[in-house]
């Protein structure tokens, strides 16, 4: 059998041992290490080491201490109520308008997600805070969950975000630049999201009815309230790529920042510490548990040289460049229906970032490349977090909003996933979009 024949093989056992609902880091690590076996001629010495050295080497990196240092950031801001003040701020600026409060919800979503890291934890905590306001103003149904399950994904578009980190540890890629370089394509998500609600309440009117109109003293009260979350955000990016801070000392500043910030407003109690801990090992372990399965996967996978025979035969195809682009991120989508999303970005860049990096696109240089891929996959496995069949953030408004039929917030998830397709398309026709904050900044 050929390499890529193997590598075939044990990715359908993997999909069939998910499809039996075998955690995902389990699965690898199972199927990985059974690779391993059979490609070192079904000794088990070999297969020992492997496990040995695998595990210290994973866990020994110095660079995933910003990994629980970033979650815990993000569980200070939702066990904290900083998510409250930051919808008020934009709702006081926005909420007069015609879908103005789930214009807010899109906006607070994304002011969350540059403190958060997480999609699912910024469209839980944004649901509990914004679904009552929706309610109150007499939004749809499909309009209100639609709306806070597509801004949800801003979590990890904004940075900073666990899975660009991932992707940097992965391709040894810096994690600084790939912040950077996601911010403008974060704001363009956030920006169609709302465009995407004003036309929505254009044809129907009745969907997202205006709020009244706050004067400015509550306005600036609002803005004065989140000003230090602002701060925290500017100190963490601004910080790694400026060269002030490592990511890890950064996280670890941007942490204590908003520990501090949620015990002075007063929304940080005995029980919010204790949640924001246990919250941030369980997700550390979660996360740890999927890199071990996934470089025992990888390790097995190199030894059957189904990446270099993978990306051998992608040069030697005669494809254009863009259609193996556009195939791999179709296969994101895909993929998206049967996984989360960081198990994606371990899964699949050991395979497709060799592949990419062998091909030409618009004469980028190697790093402008990396880069580009990177945040390309980002906005392709955010995707997988709304889109059906699976859809987790769908799910968790979904059971947020009981009155809400599933259906009805699949539907209203649509017209948000058309936008993310414009931001697609926009993104491999102009690739400096992502660049140009990394090369104005002497990237």
Known sequence: MTGIQIGLLIFACLMGLLALRVPIGVAMF??????????SGGSSAPLL??????????????????IPMFL?????????????????????????????VAMASIGACAGFGAICG?????????????????????YSGSLATGALAAGGTLGIMIPPSVPL??????????????????????????????LVVRLVVTLNPSAGPAGP???????????????????????????????WANPTEAAAI?????????????????????ASTLGTAQATAMIFLVLLGADMLNSALALSQMPVELAAWVQGSGLSPMVVMVAILVIYILLGCVMDSLAMILLTIPIFYPVVMGLEFHGLSPTDKSIWFGILALMVVEIGLVHP???????????????????????????????????????????????????????
């Not at 199972?30 to 490609?39: C, E, H, I, N, Q």
Request: hydrophobic fraction near 55%; proline fraction near 4%.
């Open 213 to 243: 109109r706050v004067a400015w003293p509550e306005r600036l009260r609002a803005l004065a309230q989140v000003a230090p979350v602002i701060g925290v955000f500017v100190v963490v990016i601004v910080g790694i790529y400026g060269g």
């Open 30 to 39: 199972v199927m990985g290490s059974a690779g391993y076996f059979a490609l």
């Open 254 to 274: 941007g942490a204590a920042a908003c520990g501090l910030l949620a015990v002075a407003g007063g929304g940080m109690r005995l029980r919010g510490l204790l």
């Open 389 to 443: 069949p699976v859809g987790m953030n769908v799910f968790i408004i979904n059971r947020l909003a009981r009155d809400v039929p599933l259906t009805d917030t699949f539907k209203g998830v649509m017209p948000f996933l058309a936008s993310d397709l414009v931001r697609i398309v926009l993104l491999l026709a102009f690739p400096a979009i992502p660049l140009v904050l990394v090369r104005s900044f002497g990237g």
């Open 72 to 100: 815990l950031m993000g569980q200070f801001a939702t066990h904290g109520g900083l998510s409250a003040a930051l919808f008020r701020f934009v709702a006081a600026f926005m909420g007069h308008l015609k879908g103005g």
């Open 165 to 194: 980190v991932i992707y940097a540890i992965l391709t040894q890629e810096s994690i600084g630049k790939l912040f950077m370089a996601a911010v403008l394509p974060g704001l363009i998500a956030m920006v169609g999201y709302m």
């Open 49 to 66: 080491s492997a496990w040995k050295n695998v595990a210290y080497a994973r866990l020994s990196n110095y660079d995933l201490i910003v």
């Open 118 to 138: 997480s999609s699912l934890a910024t469209a839980a905590t944004m649901g509990q805070v914004a679904l009552p306001e929706l309610r109150r103003f007499g």
